[in-house]
């Protein structure tokens, strides 16, 4: 398996469950990133980690927690969701710590769906 | 408020001929820029990037320019192809200068049609 993988692809729960978004990427990098695309905006920055530490949260409800327990896996568990939070759940990474910028690769996304 | 902005939610171009999209933005601090393709249900692509110390940047048909006086972007694709068509996303980021990983900020697209 290469680039960046995200399970499950589609998701639909409840207002009362609890579901966890998985994210794992096989290049090697050192930085993970959470975005929401709702529909008609542009994608928005949730989360990011770096060398596994959060080093951003962007305002985000706690509702959704990251987890990031290796600079491999992402997780971003959701409890007691609302209907607006239905989008399309994106996961980055990129390789951090070199001098200049880097690129973030993303992966195909889970669509979640709160009814 | 929206720092990065396409403004042509759509474009249509015929096989063959140039497709140009366009992307403003209002931070002064932004000094990386990328673009990236999406089609349905996949996640964006990288295309192309540039660094605020560059002007322009080519990669086979695509080409990227920079205006900074302008604040201003374009994608250029030469010649434009029926696979070309997809969702143009142009994102910035605030960290070439700085190093350490920083999220982008994104436009809200332009869909790019070509027609054959």
């Known amino acids: 398996e290469t680039g960046v993988t995200q399970t499950p692809r589609h998701l639909v729960m409840g207002m009362t469950n609890k579901k966890s978004l998985k994210c794992e990427q096989h290049?090697?990098?050192?930085?993970m990133y959470w975005y929401k695309q709702s529909a008609k905006k542009p994608l928005e920055l949730m989360f990011v980690?770096?060398?596994?530490?959060?080093?951003e949260n962007n305002s985000v409800p706690s509702r959704f927690s990251p987890e990031c327990p290796n600079s491999s896996h992402l997780f971003l568990h959701l409890h007691t969701l609302q209907p607006e939070d239905s989008a399309l759940y994106l996961c980055?990474?990129?390789?951090?710590?070199?001098?200049?910028?880097?690129?973030?690769?993303f992966g195909p996304g889970t669509r979640l769906t709160v009814l | 408020d929206q720092q990065v902005k396409q403004n042509s939610p759509s474009l249509s171009v015929q096989e063959g001929r140039i497709s140009i999209l366009n992307c403003d933005y209002t931070?002064?601090?932004?000094?990386?820029f990328l673009w990236y393709k999406k089609y349905p249900a996949e996640g964006p692509t990288f295309l192309i990037s540039i660094s605020s110390i560059k002007d322009k940047n080519e990669d086979g048909r695509f080409t990227v320019f920079l205006n900074k006086s302008a604040k201003h972007l374009s994608l250029h694709i030469v010649p434009s192809q029926p696979g070309d068509s997809a969702v143009y996303f142009c994102a910035a980021s605030g960290r070439y200068s700085g190093g350490g990983a920083d999220g982008l900020t994104f436009g809200k697209g332009t869909h790019l049609i070509i027609q054959p």
């Open positions: 931070n002064s601090m932004f000094d990386y």
């Open positions: 980055a990474s990129s390789r951090e710590g070199a001098p200049g910028a880097d690129t973030q690769y």
């Open positions: 980690y770096n060398f596994k530490e959060q080093t």
């Open positions: 290049l090697g990098h050192n930085a």
